[in-house]
């Protein structure tokens, strides 16, 4: 790591306001990062990160990699522990949990009480090879949330339809393509009925000509449903599509952050200005 | 509830002293045996005639799939009415020898076939000698897999030999069994050998496994 | 050979096949309970069932068996042969088949385990719908190497005294005199039984990796996958494989 990346005081010069995206007219604030920092030994992935999204918003994370944005989403679905900082999801910490009115870290059990208020879609899409498509998406809706099996069965079929995969109901994971896993993968994630949906690079995996059909399937959801989506990606055209904010990270933090319409057409940070002639 | 004596202990150390050093040469002489005979099977087995594979691959797995131990009896009571009368010691190493020389035949095979098939392109695409390839592409790699590999199997092979005692090899557990048949005290000499194989196989497999991070890349 | 001479090998065979049996039950119960241990959390847990692996794997079975017919009878404990071989076999093998089941546990994509995570599983869940059913299919062939393995250490029984097939084959010896038949005969019988076994097993490996939607690995007619030393994540299996 070159020097300017070491842990700087929070509030110093460089540091914009922190990242809001929304307003209490929207609804409830749904995700909070308060001063959050993550390190893998002696780099900083995440230096005292504040931001506060509201529901129903969707926000996209870019930046180079290595910048700390999957970090936040392994962060909200409790695969990382941060190391300094809190993190809420709607009422309640993720990190912490109240006893006795103090704040101590967080249980398993209180994490996995939590957690069920997120979703998430890997890159790699991650579906289980044991279990045929239908029981990807209904398992955990049964014994996680207790809902009856016909109910879970009920849903997938609906979810199924919605992703387009109705007729490979009984087909196991690997007798599909990849973009079909990872229709399978949103559909098992929205089964949850998650408030927030975490989508990790969820294109990249894929060859060019099924990326298409992946991101039509989170257009539609984006824009007929209201969950809450934090979304990192290298599709630019599909970030200005659904974003309600867009989030530059550099080493760890925040460097700018907007509309798509500012951050695509007139970036004022030179980081980002470089990153996007990069990446358009 | 009987007493633990060391003085016991004392008393029956030497002749189970004496044990472990005919069982440590019962490994050795049995690993030479299985080093060499594994290897013959390996070398017939990648054989392009089948007059040749077949016959060997099921000698190879009858002895693989067959108890030890009987194949000692057999050896030991069969052996002398063809005409070959071997010394206890000596059968029980052919015996070890040739059981283990199936599993060696493996790690040869296996530590061949290891070699990623981009070598052999390579060698040939250089017009190496096959001879050549072999002894300065192939085996060089094999044996960075196989050292440790067969080194399991010596101590594999350490655990075995108890199974001598069967056919009078006066190795460990033969004294310990004998010293017992006479002062009816199993406790002291059983325990004692017990503890003499953990003793030796434990810190020889943390050798080995020392070995192999350093060879196995 | 008389009819008499066979129907005391069929009823040696009887006992062997019980004797692995039991000896495999206890080894599969003991080979979880330690190969899960193995990959607690809590350090104390991996560190005894490091110490009970390292223990037996250390061990000669056969002395473990002897140790356990004539020293703990004279602590208070008297155990019938059966039950000796029995012990001797499960407690071993189980500690070699705890590493096959570990080495298998922990083959399993880790992804696979944060998916279960994003899922809010619990961990016993994460075990039991996502990382097992992954793991038993690729833990049947070493499984398998290890029952035959198994059945070849039954063979030790004979030394306590127990009617198994070995056994048997003494008593015929002394009775008839024709050590190559007898010899002969009961190798062949072991052999038949390893066959059979490992039919079995290849079948119980089918029928698992059918279950999750995969196809069986081709194999040849009687064919046992050695355990060889090398890199990579390592499902080890025969005595002497690499931990």
Known sequence: MSDDSNPTQPGQPAQPAPPTVGT??????????????????????????????????????????????????????????????????GDAYLTHEEKNGKLVPASEKHCREVRKNIGMVFQQFNLFPNMKVLRNITEAPVHVLGLGKDAAEERARGLLDLVGLTQHIDKYPSQLSGGQQQRVAIARALAMRPQVLLLDEVTSALDPELVAGVLDVLRDIAHTTDITMLCVTHEMNFARDISDCVMMFDQGRVIEFGTPEKIFSEPENDRTREFLSAVL | MNNWSWEYVGDILPDL??????????????????????????????????????????????????????????????????????????????????HYSTYTAEVYRAGIDGVPEGQWEAATALSLPRRRTWTAVILPQAFRRVVPALGNYVIAMFKDTPMLAAITVAELLFQANSISATTFDYMEPITVVGVLFIVISYPTSLLLRALERRLVR | MTGALWELFFEGV???????????????????????????????????????????????????????????????????????????????????????????????APAQREAAIALSFTPWQRMRKVILPQAVPEMMPPFNNLLIELLKGTALASLLSIGELTFQAKLARLSTGQSAQVYGIILVLYFVIAFVVTRIMRLLERRAKASIGRAPEKSGWFSRRLPIGGPGPQVTTAPGGKP
């Open chain 2, 17 to 98: 002293l004496h044990g472990l050093w005919i069982t440590v040469q019962a490994t050795l002489l049995g690993s030479l045996v299985a080093f060499a005979l594994g290897l013959v099977w390996a070398l017939a087995l990648r054989s392009p005639s089948r007059w040749v594979t077949w016959p060997v691959s099921i000698v190879v797995e009858f002895v693989r799939n067959t108890p030890l131990l009987v194949q000692l009896f057999f050896l030991f009571f069969v052996l002398p009415g063809w005409g070959l009368t071997f010394d206890p010691l000596t059968t029980g190493v052919i015996g070890l020898g040739l």
């Open chain 3, 14 to 108: 009887w006992i062997t096949v019980q004797l692995m049996v039991y000896s495999a039950v206890l080894a599969a119960a003991v080979a979880f309970g330690i190969g899960l241990a193995r990959t607690s959390r809590l350090w104390i847990v991996r560190f005894l069932s490091g110490v009970y692996v390292e223990f037996f794997r250390g061990t000669s079975a056969l002395v473990l068996m002897f140790w356990l017919f004539f020293a703990l009878p004279l602590l208070g404990w008297q155990l019938a042969g059966l039950w000796a071989g029995t012990l001797a076999l499960g407690l071993s093998y189980g500690a070699y088949g705890s590493e096959v089941v570990r080495g298998s546990v922990q083959a399993v």
């Open chain 1, 24 to 89: 209490a007219e929207d609804g409830p604030e749904l995700v909070r990062f308060d001063r959050v920092t993550k390190r893998f030994g002696a780099h900083t992935v995440l230096d005292s990160l504040d931001m506060t999204v509201y529901s129903g918003k969707h926000v996209t994370l870019i930046g180079p990699s290595g910048s700390g944005k999957t970090t936040i989403l392994r962060l909200l679905m409790t695969l990382l522990k941060p190391e300094e900082g809190k993190i809420k999801v």
